[in-house]
């Protein structure tokens, strides 16, 4: 075997690009669509909570079905199921462009996800396989490339095609990409013999399914329905919790459960899961918050936002090349600690953000994000999987990948419905302010556009009053941000340290 080949033969090279595209592709999927949303609930006759089920759902079904990867992979081997769940990915991407209703593209955004699920952690473990444990930095530095920077160059990409096209190719484009990967798989990929024997804990599959999808219908309409004054979400909480409480049980009862909690006796895996819950929580909130602040509140064309949002991809690819080469040389959690510190100075400078802001700070403060994100996913994914055996690799990359999907779709149901609530109390307590005797309508000025004496003064004054209200909740979700990732800071003393190796990485693929 030549330094170009993997222990399994093939080029690693070509195996490396197949794995990257295959995960670019589906990380690119949970957020091509934002920029587009108000182009299809148009289209397709859709309220605003009705339309964030088109992200929500695809996040969910993926959440649920990732940690089947290892079982799939170990009853019908890895190539196969890549190749499957590639090829169903493609086919559901085809069929959410044709979609002619709600209810069509949700069921296909499920499908979409579901086939999609295994993409993610079957990249991970392959690239682990194929790189020896000195180069897992720079292995987990490219398969970050995918995971990170596809949700970053989505909504460039996504407004591109809506504002020229229409807001079905941002499913269409996976088309050509799905199939030149699909060939490349084929003729790249080895294909080592399935294990076998394998059995699936079909009950704690589907108490953790039942629980992830009603948590996830509860968070998506607990504002419309005002929470547990519904009765609805007090069966939807009701479930939720039984389902949880069955699986812990479960989990920590039966011989082979579906979570084996030996995984989690590796604390650098156990702190790992938690940290990067939260990394997908702020990531992709701060994701979904900004097209709508650009398009509504700043009122940027729909490509403009894309590009304004787009170089925070820049940092991102900048910082996982440099990342990649320091893990093998600097303590994992000095890396982990300066990629908090970015992201948090990031959410900071973000509380401070008006409509008066340039693009020019807004670019600067993302690009700092995703520098920030490159150093944190990098050593985060290779401390959190390299500590792993072999065997329990795949197992835990699922997990790993769970975690992340669950803290994105929560973290996308939660900030959308405090933008919601918090712009109806803003706007009361603006309003209590906004009074005919109020001394600023003395000025000719003002009274002339805002007169609260005259029907379309009022009406005037009402779109200022909502405007301000929507700015200062997005203001509220920001330091929201700010908060989460400054409570997970104390979770780095729990990683093991780790030091130099001495092995040297580069950024030339083999």
């Known amino acids: 075997m030549t ?5 399994g033969g093939g080029s690693r090279a070509a195996i490396t690009a197949c794995v990257i595209v295959a995960t670019l592709m589906q990380a690119l999927d949970t957020t091509i669509a934002n920029v587009a949303l108000p182009y299809m609930q148009g289209s397709i006759s859709a309220s605003q909570d009705q339309i964030d089920w088109v992200l929500t759902s695809y996040i969910a079904v993926a959440a649920i079905m990732m940690p089947l990867t290892g079982f799939f992979s170990a009853r019908f081997g890895l190539k196969r199921v890549f190749l499957v769940s590639i090829a169903g990915f493609t086919l559901a991407s085809m069929l959410c462009g044709m979609a002619q209703s709600l209810t069509q593209i949700v069921l296909f955004r499920m499908l979409q996800g579901a086939c999609g699920a295994a993409l993610v952690p079957l990249s991970q473990s392959v690239l682990f396989t194929i790189y020896p444990k000195e180069r897992h930095g720079f292995a987990m530095a490219l398969f970050g490339f995918g995971v990170m920077v596809g949700p970053v160059l989505g909504p460039v990409l996504g407004g591109w095609l809506t504002e020229n096209y229409s807001w079905r190719y941002v499913f269409y484009i996976n088309l050509p990409i799905g199939l030149l990967d699909l060939l490349a ?20 599959f589907g108490t953790l399914s039942v629980a992830i999808a009603s948590m996830q219908i509860l968070l998506d309409r607990g504002e419309i329905k005002d929470w547990l004054s519904s009765g609805e979400i007090i069966i939807e909480s009701i479930v939720c919790c039984s389902a949880l409480y069955l699986f812990f049980v479960h989990m920590f009862t039966a011989e082979r459960p579906f979570v084996r909690p030996a995984l989690f006796r590796d604390r650098n895996f156990a702190a790992g899961v938690i940290l990067i819950a939260i990394v997908g929580l702020t990531y992709y909130a701060s994701l979904a918050l900004q097209p709508p602040y650009l398009q509504v509140l700043m009122g940027y064309p729909v490509v403009t936002a894309g590009l304004v949002m787009g170089p925070r991809g820049i940092g991102t690819m900048a910082s996982m090349l440099v990342v990649g080469r320091l893990t093998s040389r600097l303590d994992m959690r000095l890396l982990l600690a300066i990629g908090l510190g970015l992201t948090a100075w990031s959410f900071y400078a973000m509380t401070g953000w008006t409509t008066d802001v340039s693009a020019s700070q807004i670019v600067g403060v993302t690009v700092v994000q995703g520098i920030g994100l490159g150093f944190l996913f990098v050593p985060l994914s290779a401390a959190a999987l390299s500590t792993l055996p072999a065997e329990n690799r795949t197992n835990g990359a699922g997990l790993f990948n769970l975690a992340r999907n669950i803290g994105s779709s929560v973290g996308i149901s939660v ?14 307590d603006i309003s209590q302010h906004v009074t005919a005797v109020n001394r600023a309508f003395e000025n000719p000025a003002i009274a002339h556009f805002w007169n609260p004496m005259t029907a379309a003064g009022r009406a005037a004054l009402d779109e200022v009053i909502t405007r301000q209200a929507q700015i200062i909740a997005y203001l509220d979700d920001y330091k929201l941000l700010l908060i989460a990732t400054l409570a997970v800071i104390p979770l780095l ?3 093991k340290r780790s030091g130099s190796s001495g092995a040297e990485s580069t950024v030339v693929i083999d």
């Open 3 to 7: 330094s170009t080949d993997t222990p």
């Open 185 to 204: 798989m084929i003729a790249f990929l080895p294909d080592p013999k399935p294990e076998g024997g394998e059995k699936l804990d079909w009950l704690g």
């Open 493 to 495: 003393a729990v990683f």
């Open 415 to 428: 900030v959308n419905a405090l933008i919601t609530r918090n712009t109806q109390i803003n706007h009361a």
